[in-house]
């Protein structure tokens, strides 16, 4: 692939594909965006290429390539939604919109107290549906870090909701 060789690339879309996929769909948890994803892995592979160190293993490399193309893909998914878009979950359908606006105007605040990994990690795992893995690889930090990080945010959550209430 380094050389040019497009034989090369189809050797390797076709010894890899499933398992990029599949990691991708790890993370994205939606197939069509899976599929572009899988796309942009393989066109970022084929021009990185040249500069891929051949004492390292090709697959992991690619899965890296992989899980940031996905990371890429969450993040702007993200700016595409509006704010209030965002936080429409969480708000109960049965308030009143007075009631659902200061919910999601306290639950924005509570949230931009909290340091802002952990806000993400928040996110992540109780609103996009990312497992506390998929945060962990994607974050690069070891699994119990982000169980003690969602763990205490959650709380701190809580305690700043609560205060919220009594307002």
Not at 22 to 50: S, T
Not at 150 to 159: D, G, T
Request: aromatic share 6%; with cysteine; charged share 30%.
């Amino acid at each position: 692939m380094a050389t040019g060789d497009r034989q090369a690339l189809q050797r390797l879309y076709k010894l890899t594909s499933e398992r990029m996929f599949a990691i991708l769909m790890r993370i994205l948890r939606d197939r069509a965006d899976a599929e572009d994803a899988l796309q942009n892995v393989y066109i970022k592979a084929w021009r990185g290429a040249p500069s891929f160190d051949v004492t390292r293993n090709g697959e992991a490399w690619l899965a890296t390539i992989a899980r940031n193309v996905a990371i890429d893909s969450l993040r702007q998914s993200r700016k595409r939604l509006d704010e209030d878009g965002e936080l429409d979950m969480v708000a109960d359908p049965t308030r009143s919109t007075s009631t659902i606006h200061q919910i999601r105007a306290d639950l924005r605040s509570c949230l931009a107290t909290l340091d802002q990994t952990h806000a993400t990690a928040v996110l992540q795992v109780y609103m996009y549906g990312l497992s506390y893995q998929d945060v962990a690889d994607t974050l690069g930090t070891p699994l119990n870090t982000v169980r003690t990080w969602l763990r205490r945010s959650l709380l701190k959550l809580r305690e700043c909701l609560e205060s919220a209430d009594d307002l």
